[in-house]
């Protein structure tokens, strides 16, 4: 295998037809204006990253009734969010019925809700509304099976609410990819979901699947499936551009078949010379691997997820590497039916 940096220029491979019904959150929403300091924060943070004070206006509370457990909390900020089946989506629920619906931020902290469109089964206590409905404290939400109860303000204290239910959270998308890729229509379409599902587990911004095959050498060669970006009120989008990775930690977890994640550079004394020199903070390399056999082999890799990010991501939890470890495993299974 070629130690050279490799240079990926992808084709573009949009898939229209799965975003099509999907509502748009507009790319002003990229950035969190705190009201008291004047910091703009990031698109997902919780509370302010200078004052510490709480960018919350109000939550979704989910009664039990579907897929998402009794109590589990959807903080909303002062932003727009989508909330449904799909990777693009704000707040993952993994149900085929739960097409995404659209809470659109107005201002003055209120909220508008707009319905699946064509099709899709949501009602604004218990009766079906017409799209930009205005939501008040104590609306229910019922999006397919599941029930939320919309709230104004901070929950109440002592209420755990999503940023410490991560891994809950982790692995509802984890089972809504399992669903759009056992649902895909090609293998790149497959790919397409999970690379977006480690990008919305990791918060990293950049993804690529590359599928293992050999070259008329005989040796190993990693050729480019997908390419995606996280893209500010747009979910994940392909790319049509070359960017540069990390060859050297992308290797390494194919020599040795390991999950490899960074969640932050600088708190790490050593690093890689191409992390170093393109200036990443973060990165993740993700094996798919197929075998039977006890012991690993570079021949058992049919495939690897590397993502990256100029940014270091949030501290990213011990339950992450058995989650993607599970969807690496599926995507296994699903690539050798195709091939």
């Given at each position: 295998?070629s130690?050279?940096?490799?240079?990926?220029?992808?084709?573009?491979?949009?898939?229209?037809?799965?975003q099509?019904?999907?509502?748009?959150?507009?790319?002003?929403?990229?950035?969190?204006?705190?009201?008291?300091?004047?910091?703009?924060?990031?698109?997902?943070?919780?509370?302010?990253?200078?004052?510490?004070?709480?960018?919350?206006?109000?939550?979704?509370?989910?009664?039990?009734?579907?897929?998402?457990?009794?109590?589990?909390?959807?903080?909303?900020?002062?932003?727009?969010?989508?909330?449904?089946?799909?990777?693009?989506?704000?707040?993952?629920?993994?149900?085929?019925?739960?097409?995404?619906?659209?809470?659109?931020?107005?201002?003055?902290?209120?909220?508008?809700?707009?319905?699946?469109?064509?099709?899709?089964?949501?009602?604004?206590?218990?009766?079906?509304?017409?799209?930009?409905?205005?939501?008040?404290?104590?609306?229910?939400?019922?999006?397919?099976?599941?029930?939320?109860?919309?709230?104004?303000?901070?929950?109440?204290?002592?209420?755990?609410?999503?940023?410490?239910?991560?891994?809950?959270?982790?692995?509802?998308?984890?089972?809504?990819?399992?669903?759009?890729?056992?649902?895909?229509?090609d293998l790149n379409?497959?790919?397409?979901v999970?690379?977006?599902?480690?990008?919305?587990?990791?918060?990293?911004?950049?993804?690529?699947?590359?599928?293992?095959?050999?070259?008329?050498?005989?040796?190993?060669?990693?050729r480019?499936?997908?390419?995606?970006?996280?893209?500010?009120?747009?979910?994940?989008?392909?790319?049509?551009?070359?960017?540069?990775?990390?060859?050297?930690?992308?290797?390494?977890?194919?020599?040795?078949?390991?999950?490899?994640?960074?969640?932050d550079?600088?708190?790490?004394?050593?690093?890689?010379?191409?992390?170093?020199?393109?200036?990443?903070?973060?990165?993740?390399c993700?094996?798919?691997?197929?075998?039977?056999?006890?012991?690993?082999?570079?021949?058992?890799?049919?495939?690897?997820?590397?993502?990256?990010?100029?940014?270091?991501?949030?501290?990213?939890?011990?339950h992450?590497?058995?989650?993607?470890?599970?969807?690496?495993?599926?995507?296994?299974?699903?690539?050798?039916?195709?091939?």
């Open positions: 295998m130690s050279n940096p490799l240079y990926l220029m992808v084709p573009t491979m949009s898939d229209n037809s799965a099509a019904n999907a509502p748009t959150v507009n790319d002003q929403d990229a950035r969190q204006l705190c009201l008291y300091c004047d910091h703009e924060n990031a698109y997902d943070a919780l509370s302010c990253e200078s004052c510490e004070s709480s960018l919350l206006v109000g939550y979704l509370e989910s009664e039990g009734e579907g897929v998402i457990p009794q109590g589990l909390l959807f903080p909303l900020c002062r932003r727009s969010y989508r909330v449904g089946r799909r990777m693009s989506d704000d707040y993952v629920i993994p149900c085929h019925s739960a097409n995404s619906i659209l809470l659109e931020y107005m201002g003055d902290d209120t909220f508008r809700l707009h319905p699946p469109s064509p099709k899709g089964f949501c009602l604004l206590n218990d009766q079906p509304f017409e799209s930009g409905k205005s939501l008040v404290a104590g609306d229910s939400i019922r999006l397919g099976a599941d029930l939320f109860t919309f709230f104004e303000g901070d929950p109440p204290e002592g209420t755990t609410i999503f940023s410490a239910q991560t891994a809950q959270q982790a692995q509802f998308i984890l089972h809504g990819a399992y669903m759009e890729i056992a649902a895909a229509a379409s497959a790919c397409e999970a690379v977006d599902a480690v990008l919305k587990i990791t918060k990293m911004d950049r993804g690529v699947f590359f599928l293992t095959d050999t070259d008329e050498a005989g040796e190993l060669v990693l480019q499936c997908v390419t995606r970006e996280t893209t500010f009120g747009e979910g994940f989008t392909d790319v049509d551009s070359p960017f540069k990775i990390s060859q050297t930690l992308l290797q390494q977890s194919l020599l040795d078949g390991g999950t490899i994640i960074i969640d550079a600088r708190k790490r004394t050593t690093l890689p010379h191409s992390m170093v020199a393109l200036n990443l903070n973060s990165l993740a993700i094996p798919i691997v197929y075998s039977e056999r006890r012991l690993y082999s570079i021949e058992d890799c049919i495939g690897i997820i590397y993502t990256d990010s100029f940014m270091p991501t949030r501290e990213i939890e011990p992450v590497v058995p989650l993607l470890t599970m969807l690496a495993s599926f995507l296994s299974t699903t690539i050798m039916n195709w091939r």
